[in-house]
């Protein structure tokens, strides 16, 4: 088969998209990733400014998606986003489990050799991470360009139609837009998002000489959880950057979790609320705590604030593959319990890549390449959203 290397656009620079644009970049294909956000600035995340990133701190990275982000990104763009990631001070991690007393009720340790802890990316800043997987691609991402919809001509090309009237052609479109995807709802508008009816008010808190003698050695080694019995949960993970990056600065990542019922506010009410107002939620919420659980919230920095919605991906049955396909949170939406969204979104981009540098080399059609990839993506990663679900149940109950 002759070789016909492909134009690929990729709608949205998260992580998914980026690691696939690093993969096709390095396999010499022509690919372009447009990205609705404004370009990122360090001084917009630092003063809390932008705002549409609000969709977490702190990401746990798992042997899988180390796998993935070193067969896609090129050793020095992997060796920054090591650099700066999380680095750990301990021998293990340790994921723990608590009453609202402290009482703890669930832990399990995962040991690391010195060698593991110096070359395996354990967590990572969501800002210092993405930041890291920019890197390199200045001449491939168009920021500020809002997907509006697509056009498949006779030809099987499509056509990418932007909100400003402007458009684009390619023999791919890959939908890495997020949640509410845009190409999703073109190419599959049966699939449907479940609500959980958990919200989650993310904020940090600084870590620094003062607020260090707070942290407890538990509490400084992975993610803990804590929940009381009338329907409060709360969650505090550390990142430490191994290497300062500019527009952060290390932090203990807090959560608080409840319906909306249990906050007595409407959804219209709560993200509208301004930062300061929804840490104020979490002072209220914890009243009654252990002290050392309101010493963390009552000193994290109240402009880091923000609400978020916990939704599910519901299972679709394969669909008749084509020249447009879906990638990350744009297909399998789930929640953030077993910490297993960016992962499976950094396996897909791993397997899709390595199809299409296969259709690029003329070992298979275009559309082949994305009937293999959809094959495998789809299984796996609504059977990780069962398993995700699983386990938020296991967090919030029947919620």
């Known amino acids: 088969m002759a070789t016909n290397k492909p134009r690929i656009i990729i709608a949205g620079a998260g992580i998914g998209g980026l690691a696939l644009a690093h993969a096709l970049r390095g396999g010499g294909l022509d690919v372009v990733v447009y990205e609705r956000d404004p370009a990122m600035t ?12 609000n969709q977490g701190y702190r990401i746990h990275i798992d042997m899988n998606g180390n796998a993935a982000l070193a067969a896609c990104l090129p050793p020095e763009v992997f060796d920054l986003a090591l650099r700066t990631s999380a680095g750990s001070r301990y021998a293990a991690g340790l994921v723990a489990g608590y009453t609202d007393q402290l009482q703890q009720i669930m832990a399990q340790e995962f040991p690391s050799t010195q060698e593991d802890r110096d070359s395996f990316i354990f967590a990572v800043d969501r800002f210092a991470f993405r930041q890291s997987l920019l890197t390199g691609l200045d001449d491939t991402i168009q920021f500020g360009r ?28 890959i939908g890495a837009d997020g949640v509410g995807s845009t190409v999703r709802q073109q190419l599959l508008p049966h699939a449907t998002l479940k609500d959980l009816g958990i919200r989650c008010i993310y904020g940090r808190m600084w870590l620094n000489e003062e607020t260090d003698k ?5 509490f400084d080694r992975g993610f803990s959880w804590i929940a009381d019995q009338t329907g409060y949960g709360a969650a505090f993970g550390s990142v430490r950057l191994r290497t300062p990056v500019e527009g952060t600065a290390d932090y203990l990542m807090t959560v608080l979790t409840a319906t909306p019922e249990r906050m007595g506010l409407t959804d219209q009410e709560l993200f509208q609320l301004s930062p300061e107002e929804l840490w104020k939620i979490t002072l209220q919420a914890t009243t009654g705590w252990h002290p050392t ?32 396909t879906l990638l990350g949170d ?7 319990t077993g910490g297993a969204g960016a992962n499976t979104a950094l396996r897909d981009a791993q397997t899709l890549a390595e199809e299409l540098l296969c259709a690029g080399r003329g070992e298979k059609s275009l559309i082949e390449a994305v009937a293999s990839y959809e094959s495998v993506m789809v299984p796996r990663g609504f059977d990780t959203v069962e398993s995700s679900l699983q386990m938020a149940g296991d967090y919030f109950g029947d919620n």
């Open 214 to 218: 707070l942290l407890s050695e538990d």
């Open 293 to 324: 659980v309101r010493e963390l919230f009552g000193h994290a920095d109240p402009e880091t604030f923000f609400p978020v919605t916990i939704r599910a991906a519901d299972r679709v049955q394969p669909w008749e593959s084509g020249p447009v």
């Open 146 to 173: 809002t997907l509006a919809g697509y056009q498949v001509d006779e030809a099987g090309r499509v056509r990418v139609e932007f909100s400003d009237g402007s458009s684009d052609e390619a023999d791919l479109l």
């Open 42 to 53: 360090t001084r917009g995340i630092a003063t809390g400014s932008a705002r549409a990133r």
């Open 330 to 336: 744009a297909i399998h939406t789930m929640p953030p």
